[in-house]
């Protein structure tokens, strides 16, 4: 059989995970990767069948591509992109997924009061943080003019029409702090209905675990160090769940010597300083995904406060400068 050229096999045959030793059952790590929805996308399985696993990180894999041809901004013809291209008041046919995931985006902005918000491309463009770089910091009148534009409530969903679009002249979609951890639970999803008990998918950060890769020992996730790409912040054992990192490391632009990076508050239009990164754990990627960058843009004073994690039904979090690792409530699972 001759796989995809795009996937990476990593048949790990001969060093095989023997596990469930007392059922006599061995399990087989099946690796594959694919770079999806902007970032690398890896996805290992443990399964007693090589090619059943090898099928299922094909059928995630295929299901992520599918979530990025719904939702990506930069690929023609998704929902996305023709949203943002629409003629002003003109409502454009979506899929029901993509209404319930703007829909999804809006509870979220209002839960988290405006700091997550799937509008802030315009001041994002402004900053030199969207598809084209700039020479310059933009001036105070073109942040007011941006922030115009910035405006949760302006997406306008019809569910009964099967439509969606955008109130004002000018505004645009980003589904970045949302759309990556959803992809990765439909991953998740597709995995599970294929029979898969132990997975770890990792897109870029954003990563969802089950199981465990081996007998008595659950999966072990390594979060970032932010100014050093090869050393570990922390990390954190798990049987269920998915964490996610927002960072200032990937994605920034400078101006006079300070790093900008590319998430934007989008209360004031200007790049989050002084956060290096931000970690939760929860249910979902998704919930982790939208967290994490609402954690980043809160930033660390507002941390202080226990009922944050009520408020945000975060499970687990933690925020970083540069030599510290700080804590709200139960950080125990974290190890340095």
């Not at 295929?62 to 291209?85: A, F, K, Q, Y």
């Not at 390594?222 to 049987?239: N, Q, Y």
């Not at 660390?300 to 409530?329: F, K, W, Y």
Request: hydrophobic share 40%; with cysteine; proline share 5%.
């Amino acid at each position: 059989m001759r796989w995809p050229a795009s996937v990476l096999l990593c048949w790990a045959l001969l060093a095989a995970t023997l596990a469930d030793v007392a059922s006599g059952q061995a399990r087989f790590r099946v690796e594959g990767s694919e770079y999806l929805m902007g970032t690398h996308v890896t996805i290992v399985v443990l399964s007693p069948d090589v090619v059943e696993g090898q099928q299922a990180i094909d059928a995630a894999l295929e299901e992520i591509r599918r979530v990025e041809r719904l939702l990506s901004t930069s690929v023609p013809g998704s929902d996305v992109h023709r949203i943002n291209h629409a003629e002003h008041d003109s409502p454009v046919d979506v899929a029901d997924e993509t209404i319930a995931i703007l829909e999804r985006s809006r509870s979220w902005a209002i839960r988290l009061e405006g700091l997550f918000d799937i509008t802030v491309v315009p001041a994002m463009e402004l900053w030199g943080l969207g598809a084209e770089e700039q020479d310059q910091p933009p001036s105070s009148d073109d942040l007011r003019r941006a922030l115009d534009l910035i405006d949760y409530r302006e997406v306008l969903t019809d569910v009964d029409a099967g439509t969606a679009m955008l109130g004002r002249k000018g505004m645009k979609l980003e589904l970045g702090g949302i759309g990556k951890g959803y992809g990765v639970d439909r991953a998740a999803i597709t995995l599970e209905q294929a029979g898969i008990a132990d997975y770890l998918i990792n897109a870029g950060g954003d990563i969802r675990v089950l199981g465990r890769p081996e007998p008595g020992r659950p999966w072990r996730v390594g979060i970032r160090h932010p100014r050093d790409p090869g050393a570990l912040l922390a990390r954190v054992e798990m049987e269920s769940g998915a964490v996610a990192t927002s960072g200032d490391y990937e994605r920034f632009v400078e101006w006079d010597g300070v790093r900008h990076p590319h998430i934007v508050n989008p209360l004031t239009g200007r790049p989050v300083l002084g956060v290096q990164s931000a970690t939760v754990l929860a249910e979902t990627a998704e919930e982790a995904d939208v967290l994490a960058t609402y954690l980043f843009i809160l930033g660390r004073v507002d941390l202080q406060q226990p009922a944050l994690l009520v408020r945000t039904g975060c499970v687990d979090e933690c925020l970083t400068d540069p030599e510290v690792l700080s804590n709200a409530a139960g950080l125990e699972r974290f190890q340095r």
